[in-house]
């Protein structure tokens, strides 16, 4: 099995487990048995949503993409992503290592949470694919400056489907930040503007909402936004509003804000950060 790092970083569900039977399954209508398939009881959760800690001393199948040398009895640490969540689970493993291998990991997955490991995981990637991250203190939120236009469109009558607003409008809001220190990127100045969707709507509701007096680390994204959720208003006479534009700051994901009261664990993820922008 290729033992690169970056695949095991891309597995959200991650167990040390004991083989038990090879070419089969335990969903067989969802995931029929082959010889790339294996039962394997989960002995320990390492890191994994909530929702899978009740498969803790449950079999489950074990897909190998790439086949695999397992024996029954075997313990392996499973690095893998869901595939069939139902009355049992099936996941396809990317990487799998003896416990000895990786007794570091084992050592740490016993002090913490397997839920919140998957959550630091997340928030590292979050702070790598970052353009900038600051800490400081939202000051004001305002309507971006293009949304009047898209006011302006919905009230000019009947339009097209193709232009119409759509209910699954974000409703861009921009809130201007007063940066007290840069922990990735660019120094923005002494304020830093980032726009977010207002919108409760389904399609938007995790998206972060940001409100004057919030204080604590942002995580700062140029480029990331929806384009076919932009209306079209040229066919009312106005300018095509455009997307986000790509110098303006977006922080969507719900990692993309941690308070300063956050753990100890969520400001080292930042701090290391910072240490590695600086070598």
Known sequence: MPQESDLRDQARFVFMGTVQKLDATTLPQQAPATPKTAIVRVDQIIRGPDVFSDFAGRDITVQFPQGHSL??????????????????LVV???DYETPAQVAATLAAASTEDPAERLRHLDLRSRVASADVVVSGRVIETRLAEDEPLIRAAAAAGPQPAATRISEHMPLWRDAVIEVESVHKGQNPGEKAVVRYPASDDVRWHRAMKFSPGQEGFFLLHRGESEPKDRPRVAAVGLNAVTDVAPDVYTALHPLDYQPFDSSDAVQQIITDTKSETDK
């Open 71 to 88: 024996k029954p009895r075997e313990q392996r640490v499973f690095f893998t992503n869901s595939t069939v969540l139902a009355d049992s």
């Open 92 to 94: 396809e493993a990317l």
